[in-house]
DNA sequence: GTTTTTGCAAAGAATTTGCAGCTTT
DNA sequence: AAAGCTGCAAATTCTTTGCAAAAAC
């Protein structure tokens, strides 16, 4: 699936500006890195990332597109499907139930709601496949890590 | 998080009929395999099953926690979180949408939906951490998958 | 008894890291 | 020029697989 090139545009430009800002060097590779997962909607994966780069920056490595890409993570300009950044966890409830994940320790809590349960869904659905379940999953940040990064960040204050 | 004994009891019942109805055999390793994500709430990975079913289970093996949680998820019992079972995906679609992914093959496709944006959360959520962002993750099979299956299927019928 | 599953160990993927040289600011 | 990034190759980490022994039906 292509993008409309106007958006692409923006998203590019965005992200000059993130760096800009953020005192971040600009280089080639992050560059073309971030044009081959903003120019897409398929979500890829490192891998294919790669692949893609490489037709125009054919010295590009493997390990910087990593690294790229959970810097662009780190950034918030991209984020990653799922609730973790690793290992496939399983998940043995049957029962309708939605989740909560925290983005920094990946910590994962069921929560129910009858309202989202019966959520409708809009047509366009349907014509990507048939529909088996439905969830909803919420980001955010945990009470244990918002903890641990309110000591962290008092620390770097230098206690002023 | 510990799990409702009754709850728990009643799944554990569920999965012993699930076995017989499908021919499926029915080991103490599985047993306990099962009872590990099923007692929980936490959605373990394989590593956790493994720690956790070891301390009754002294001899099993890693690998058999592995086939264990893909036989689970294969019959039906268990699922994973998360759109696939292998490689981390990324997402540079900034603005706001929510995810159709196959459960067979792994295509994501982004939907959109004011009225899924809209989504007014129960208060329970609060009480778990600070909520960043809120998507619709619908799972289902895609009409590239679907038309697939329906092939094989006939396939094996030997064409009646 | 037969068929399947398990455990072991080794293989295979996916992802990360150390270090010297090159690019960006 | 200084700092930070990249590429290479090697190291880790996570997950899967082949095969003989063991367990379930």
Redesign the interface.
């Known amino acids: 699936?292509v993008l409309d090139p106007v958006e692409a545009e923006r998203?590019l430009e965005?992200f000059k500006q993130a760096c800009k800002a953020a005192g971040e060097k600009l280089t080639s590779q992050r560059l073309e890195i971030?044009k081959e997962?903003?120019a897409s909607?398929?979500?890829?994966?490192?891998?294919s990332?790669y692949r893609g780069v490489r037709a125009r920056l054919p010295n590009v490595s493997l390990d910087t597109v990593y690294r790229t890409?959970w810097w662009?993570?780190k950034m918030g300009?991209?984020?990653?499907?799922?609730?973790?950044?690793?290992?496939?966890?399983?998940?043995?409830?049957?029962t309708r139930h939605h989740?909560?994940v925290?983005?920094r320790c990946g910590l994962?809590?069921?929560?129910?709601?009858e309202?989202?349960d019966r959520?409708?869904?809009?047509e366009?659905?349907a014509a990507?496949?048939?529909?088996?379940?439905?969830?909803?999953?919420?980001?955010?940040?945990?009470?244990a890590?918002?903890r641990k990064e309110q000591a962290d960040s008092r620390n770097l204050d230098g206690g002023s």
Request: hydrophobic share 40%; net charge negative; aromatic share 8%.
């Open positions: 699936m998203r965005a971030f997962i903003a909607e398929e979500h890829p994966d490192a891998e990332v890409l662009l993570t300009i991209v984020t990653t499907l799922g609730p973790t950044q690793d290992r496939t966890r399983f998940d043995a409830n049957l989740h909560f925290c983005i994962t809590r069921d929560f129910y709601s309202e989202l959520l409708v869904l809009p366009s659905v990507i496949g048939s529909i088996e379940r439905t969830q909803v999953e919420v980001k955010g940040i945990c009470h890590c918002a």
